[in-house]
């Protein structure tokens, strides 16, 4: 379980978080989104350890992280950027992970290595790609069995083939040992297949956490083709956003869809045709960024 309240952290007196609040139980596959500089990367720095907050509070399994060895020995955490020591091959990596982590298993090593049959073992890893350099990281951060993964762009790099493999391995940790993940993707297709639970972030804050079903529950399009303008919903909805093509008007709407519904026949009539569509975690993403005035700008020459 990781409980984060009303985390402050300022550099050179910018806030780059701004009170965050974010809640995840153990088992969650938990995606961190939102734009540049939301606060993302800062928020997980914390989660893992590696800054300690201005103000606020931050408890893993209830103890706190920052300086606490043996909870970072239940963590494993794959930063975007991901460092080797000079010269390093994926065997002498092996041995620093073994060392620093007493649950690495050796034998999940030898097992995933026909999962990663381009990697040399021998080879400096350093002289590896860059995607080759993440396979690298996640192998060895799998043989850890940790509590928690903490994932930092997990697949950006990766060729089709092997970003599946990843995250079916990954999955399969999920279900068998109930392992707890936390993803920071602006891969919201990828992401919307492997998480159960959704964190927006923007400007330092999480402006939304929810269960990707209930995300998607609340927020849909709808479509009406009906006569006499723009349909009416009362101030129970937020409409994020509305267009129309010709009598055909196509709204973005957050709330309870049954009652939507019912508002526009009754507004409209019962001839009246009304659609409900589900939306991608992409299109959610967009119009809740729209909302928080973070919105597509059109381009005009
Ligand atoms: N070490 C640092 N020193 C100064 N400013 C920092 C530092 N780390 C982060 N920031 C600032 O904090 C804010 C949040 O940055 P962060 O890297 O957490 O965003 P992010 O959501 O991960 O972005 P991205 O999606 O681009 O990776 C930004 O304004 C960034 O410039």
Redo the contacts with the bound molecule.
Sequence with gaps: MIEVNHVIKS??G?R??DGVDMHVNQGDVYGLV????????????HLTGIYRQDAGEIFINGEEIFENAQMKGKIAYIP?EIFYFMQANTMEMMRYYRGLYASFDLKTFYRMQEFFPNIDVKRNIRNLSKGMQKQVAFWLSICVHPEIMIL??PVDGLDPVMRRQIWNILLSEVEERNMTVVI?S?NLRELEDVCDHVGI?NK?KVMIERSLSDLQDNIFKIQVACFGGIPHLSENFKILHMSNTGRVHTLIVRGDRDVAVQEILADKGEKTIVDILPLTLEEIFIYEMGGADYEVKEILF
């Design positions: 550099f050179d910018i780059a978080l939102g734009p540049n500089g939301a606060g993302k990367s800062t928020i997980i720095r975007d930092d762009e920071s602006h972030m330092g």
